[in-house]
């Protein structure tokens, strides 16, 4: 992490602009070269819903660096973490994280915890190291004064409780803007996978509307990521968007090769 930079992300975010990254699921640097290489703003590496470990995220982030739109930094690597814990968020955090998203976060009580968890005193609680976020000890104090400033803290909304708490999950210090698990949303109003469901078109709203009020960034996946679906998303008003995710795109360029290979050799 360069101490002499602002968090790219973190400031088109402040200034009302749209911050495009995607998911990465798939635990290997060549991946996140990849994906960066693609110029993406960050890459959210998916720590709650894939085997990926701490070791997996570093090697990830190494790959990143130098790729993609942010020289000298690269794309940015963030992490998903697997839950809303002191050490899952610092472990990341130490291993050269520029954010973390904290998933499942259904109160301000819960939303301060992940804050207190990724900010260092007298913000927060989170204990110091000699590792890669701070150059292994070199860059120390820098260090501590750049991490409060600049690191990104995105929580998840991903229940009603959620979505009925989101004016004071806004209201915490720290927290820069709160991100849509559209799926697991559409789970917890008992309409599993229905994005367009009136249920789930009152619930972005209210979220967008406490964002704009808040004056903080609001985010969702947008996973089919069409151009027509990216579209409507800004136009609705999200700013920080994750576009599709590793396994897909995996997915649909070897199907979509499969299929025109097939085509052309049809009847011969």
Same mark, same amino acid.
Request: net charge negative; hydrophobic share 40%; proline share 4%.
């Given at each position: 992490?360069?101490?002499?930079?602002?968090?790219?992300?973190?400031?088109?975010?402040?200034?009302?602009?749209?911050?495009?990254?995607?998911?990465?699921?798939?635990?290997?640097?060549?991946?996140?070269?990849?994906?960066?290489?693609?110029?993406?703003?960050?890459?959210?590496?998916?720590?709650?819903?894939?085997?990926?470990?701490?070791?997996?995220?570093?090697?990830?982030?190494?790959?990143?660096?130098?790729?993609?739109?942010?020289?000298?930094?690269?794309?940015?690597?963030?992490?998903?973490?697997?839950?809303?814990?002191?050490?899952?968020?610092?472990?990341?955090?130490?291993?050269?994280?520029?954010?973390?998203?904290?998933?499942? %976060?259904? @109160?301000?009580?819960? !939303?301060?915890? &992940?804050?207190?968890?990724?900010? $260092?005193?007298?913000? *927060?609680?989170?204990?110091?190291?000699?590792?890669?976020?701070?150059?292994?000890?070199?860059?120390?104090?820098?260090?501590?004064?750049?991490?409060?400033?600049?690191?990104?803290?995105?929580?998840?909304?991903?229940?009603?409780?959620?979505?009925?708490?989101?004016?004071?999950?806004?209201?915490?210090?720290?927290?820069?803007?709160?991100?849509?698990?559209?799926?697991?949303?559409?789970?917890?109003?008992?309409?599993?996978?229905?994005?367009?469901?009136?249920?789930?078109?009152?619930?972005?709203?209210?979220?967008?509307?406490?964002?704009?009020?808040?004056?903080?960034?609001?985010?969702?996946?947008? %996973?089919? @990521?069409?151009?027509? !679906?990216?579209? &409507?998303?800004?136009?609705?008003? $999200?700013?920080?968007? *994750?576009?599709?995710?590793?396994?897909?795109?995996?997915?649909?360029?070897?199907?979509?090769?499969?299929?025109?290979?097939?085509?052309?050799?049809?009847?011969?």
């Amino acid at each position: 992490m360069s101490l002499t930079h602002v968090n790219p992300v973190k400031e088109k975010l402040r200034q009302g602009k749209v911050s495009l990254g995607s998911w990465m699921q798939i635990g290997h640097p060549a991946v996140a070269e990849i994906l960066a290489q693609a110029g993406f703003d960050w890459i959210a590496l998916d720590m709650e819903h894939s085997d990926m470990s701490v070791r997996d995220f570093t090697d990830a982030a190494r790959g990143m660096q130098g790729r993609g739109p942010h020289l000298p930094n690269g794309t940015l690597p963030l992490a998903r973490v697997r839950e809303n814990d002191t050490l899952a968020i610092r472990q990341v955090l130490d291993s050269g994280a520029w954010g973390v998203i904290v998933p499942l %976060v259904n @109160s301000a009580d819960e !939303a301060k915890r &992940a804050v207190q968890a990724a900010k $260092f005193p007298p913000q *927060g609680i989170r204990g110091t190291a000699f590792f890669r976020g701070n150059d292994y000890g070199l860059s120390f104090t820098e260090y501590m004064e750049h991490a409060n400033r600049e690191g990104l803290v995105i929580v998840m909304i991903e229940t009603k409780e959620g979505v009925e708490s989101i004016e004071g999950i806004l209201a915490v210090e720290g927290v820069d803007g709160v991100f849509i698990g559209p799926y697991d949303l559409s789970l917890s109003y008992g309409i599993p996978g229905k994005l367009s469901d009136p249920l789930m078109t009152k619930a972005r709203k209210k979220v967008l509307e406490a964002c704009r009020n808040a004056r903080k960034a609001a985010g969702i996946h947008v %996973v089919q @990521s069409d151009k027509g !679906a990216l579209e &409507a998303t800004i136009e609705e008003g $999200f700013t920080f968007i *994750g576009l599709g995710m590793d396994t897909l795109f995996l997915d649909r360029s070897a199907r979509e090769t499969l299929q025109n290979a097939l085509s052309a050799v049809k009847d011969r």
